[in-house]
């Protein structure tokens, strides 16, 4: 009997993935079962999953061989002590593209000094003191250097600018200073401009705090399009109202929809974003999927395993 893929991610994303899906197992020869109906929780063989769906327990899939998260964060899955099968995460070319640009764009926006520019349109010819200085002389440090972290590595390093990146492991990555475990500190001293990339983990929970923070350059630039959890609040607004931090770009945050009254919204050196630095494509997402079933039934080895020791 074909292999029966249920799609348990949030309702509203049915409609997205359906069509993509079907053509993506299509193309690789696979015939199956695919729906979004829980009734028959058994006969399942292979569960797409993102939070916020319809399924919070695992149990009653018996016959369920793996779990193929839709996002590329799987924090919101790893801890949950019903899930004893397989998980792997997404990394998606789409979504790998998408952060790259969204990462390219504000660090040549902050690095140009834009804002200023903006602020100043009021049809008065200034001639500004800010002058930028060349890439080649700006200090940029990528906080996590997985796929999306050397991805946005490349493009900056394409561009000239000093890169500088730190992981938990060790990496190497061409024209990349690249730091791993306790040296985070020398990752971050003098860096002008910071990006966290890091997946979610309690390793990594407020890992940008005071002390981090008092590494940057004065006047350094935050951007975080990575997990809102990784960044100290608290830390991060003493440090922009005493000028140590310049300006916050953030795209995520500890908690979503970050709520009217947080002090990020109004914060003069504050730029939210709301959790749009890149999402997963359905067209080239479906594809992962696709591959990763079409392991498990050859019985070749998973895409993108989650090691749950790691959390990631």
Known sequence: MPPRILFAAHAQRWAQYEAPLRAALADAG???RLDCDLS?????DYIIFAPAGDVEDFTPFTNARMVQNLWAGVEGVVGNPTLNIPLTRMVDTGLTEGMVEWCTGHVLRHHLGMDQML???DGIWRHFEFIPPLARDRRVTVLGLG??????CASLVGLNFQVRGWSRRPKSLPGVDSFHGDDLHAAL???EIVILLLPYTPATDGILTTNGLDQLAEGAVVLNPGRGGLIDDDALLAALDRGRVGHATLDVFRTEPLPPEHPYWSHPKVTVTPHIASETRPGTASRV????IRRAEAGEPLLHLVDRSAGY
């Open 289 to 292: 999927v696709v591959e990763n």
């Open 147 to 152: 796929a999306l972290g050397a991805a946005v």
């Open 40 to 44: 028959d929780p058994g006969s399942v």
């Open 30 to 32: 696979i015939e199956a």
């Open 119 to 121: 602020a100043a349109q």
């Open 189 to 191: 001293e003098g860096a």
